[in-house]
């Protein structure tokens, strides 16, 4: 069984910048590829960014550009810095791993990111 833990969801005004990072039980090597996703009110859960095991990344059509995935073996963590944040982007945002065409094996419980002036 893997763990998932995020933390560092926030209120942030538009245009600020928050980094959201998930703590993986075991490394994140043996459960890559991993990502984050998220979930607005009334909306399905969405993409944002993944990560594979050799370190390419992907990213939702609305947030490439803004947001980066990066990743610290050493601390088996996954991080999602996220800049010029918008009042769409407020949303629960989980961090997944092991994800494979049919969907991700481990999610996170989540975090709510909030954009509000």
């Known amino acids: 069984q893997v763990q998932l833990v995020e933390s560092g969801g926030d209120l942030v005004q538009p245009g600020g910048s928050l980094t959201l990072s998930c703590t993986a039980s075991r490394s994140i090597f043996s459960i890559s590829p991993m990502g984050w996703y998220r979930q607005a009110p009334g909306k399905q859960r969405e993409l944002v960014a993944s990560i594979t095991i050799g370190g390419s990344t992907n990213y939702g059509d609305s947030v490439r550009g803004r947001f980066s995935i990066t990743r610290d073996r050493g601390k088996n963590t996954v991080s999602l810095q996220m800049n010029s944040l918008k009042d769409e982007d407020t949303a629960v945002y989980y961090c997944?791993?092991?994800?494979?065409?049919?969907?991700?094996?481990?999610w996170g419980q989540g975090t709510q990111v909030t954009v509000s002036s």
């Open positions: 997944a791993a092991d994800c494979r065409a049919g969907g991700c094996a481990y």
